[in-house]
C-alpha cells in the first residue's frame, strides 16, 4: 500500500460523478478494475491523503487522476457566474479521469439510451465473459480482437441490445486498424469528433464524452439530458441561442461561453443537477 495527495482532490466526487463505470464504493473503499489490476482506495477526510492498495504504481493514478492539471486555475477559469460558482465551491476536488481509450470508446457506446446501473452491468457482463480473470469475480476489459469473435447472438444474449452489434464492428475497425486510437489524440478537435463520428452508434454526445475522458480534448462539452435541462433552464435567454437551444448548439455554447476548460464546466454542473436537481 501506498499514499497519494494532490490538492483539491476529493475521491468521491471523481468516482462518483459518472465519467467512469467500473468503481463502486464497497465497506468504506473505492474498488475498481484499471489498467488490468483491482484497486482499492480509500481518503482520509481530514488529511486529503487517498491510500491506495494496488500492484499499479503511483505514477499510474496521478497521471489517471489527472494530478498535473492546475485545477485551481481551471476551475477560475470557468468560473463564469452564480450558478457555475455554487456548483464549484460545493463540489471542489472532482476532477476530470484520463480513461484508457479503448475501455472508454465501448463504454460509452455502451451508455447509449442506459442508466449508469445498466451500463455498469452491461460492462460488467461482457468483461465476465470476454475478459480474463483478475482476482475471484473481477475481469480486465476484453481487448479488441475478443469482442471481434464475440457472435452477434451471443453479445445480444448479456443483454446488450441494439448496441451489440455496434460493438462488434467498432472492434472490427480498430483491429483492422481502420481506427488508429492513438492517432486521435494528434487530431485538433473537430478532425477527432468527425472521426469518431463514422462508427455507427456514436453521435455527438457519445463522441465528446470520449473525446473529454479519453482523449484530452478539454473544450469537449458532453449534452446529454441533465446538461441539456440545465443550459435552457440557466442559460437559455442567453442571444447565443436567440431562442433555440438545440444540443449541438449547446455544445457551441459550451465551448464558446466557458472557453478551452468547458469539458471541467460541463462536469461539475452535471454532477450538480444529477445530485440536486434544478
Known amino acids: 500500500m501506498y499514499t497519494l495527495f494532490s490538492e483539491n482532490f476529493n475521491l468521491d466526487y471523481t468516482l462518483d460523478c459518472g465519467q467512469v463505470f467500473r468503481w463502486d464504493l464497497i465497506d468504506g473503499w473505492w474498488t475498481g478494475v484499471v489498467n488490468g489490476d483491482v484497486a482499492r482506495l480509500q481518503q482520509d477526510s481530514e488529511t486529503g491523503e487517498v491510500l491506495v492498495d494496488s500492484k499499479l504504481p503511483k505514477s499510474f493514478f496521478e497521471k489517471y487522476f ?7 486555475a481551471i476551475l477560475q477559469e470557468v468560473n463564469k457566474d452564480k450558478f457555475m460558482d455554487e456548483a464549484i465551491n460545493k463540489y471542489m476536488g472532482l476532477r476530470l479521469i484520463r480513461q484508457d481509450p479503448w475501455e472508454c470508446l465501448i463504454s460509452y ?6 442508466s449508469i446501473p445498466n451500463i455498469k452491468r452491461g460492462i460488467s457482463t461482457i468483461c465476465g465473459i470476454y475478459g480474463e480473470e483478475i482476482e475471484k469475480g473481477y475481469y480486465s476489459f476484453p481487448d479488441p480482437h475478443s469482442l471481434v469473435h464475440a457472435c452477434n447472438d451471443d453479445l445480444r444474449g448479456c443483454k446488450l441490445g441494439f448496441r451489440a452489434g455496434r460493438i462488434i ?4 475497425h ?24 463514422f462508427l455507427e452508434g456514436i453521435g ?3 463522441a465528446d464524452c470520449i473525446l473529454l475522458f479519453a482523449f484530452e480534448k478539454m473544450e469537449a462539452f458532453p449534452v446529454d439530458t441533465h446538461v441539456e435541462k440545465v443550459v435552457k433552464t440557466i442559460y437559455g435567454s442567453h442571444d447565443f441561442f ?15 461561453y ?7 464546466a460541463q462536469q461539475y454542473f452535471f454532477y450538480q443537477k444529477r445530485l440536486e436537481g434544478l
Open 242 to 256: 436567440n431562442g433555440n437551444a438545440t444540443k449541438s448548439k449547446i455544445g457551441n455554447w459550451g465551448r464558446m
Open 174 to 197: 480498430v483491429e483492422d486498424g481502420n481506427l488508429v486510437l492513438d492517432d486521435i489524440f494528434e487530431l485538433d478537435y473537430e478532425a477527432a469528433k468527425q472521426r469518431l463520428m
Open 169 to 172: 464492428k467498432a472492434a472490427r
Open 258 to 264: 466557458f472557453g478551452r476548460y468547458c469539458g471541467y
Open 66 to 72: 489527472r494530478f498535473d492539471d492546475d485545477l485551481n
Open 204 to 206: 455527438e454526445k457519445v
Open 109 to 114: 457506446m455502451l451508455a447509449t439510451a442506459w
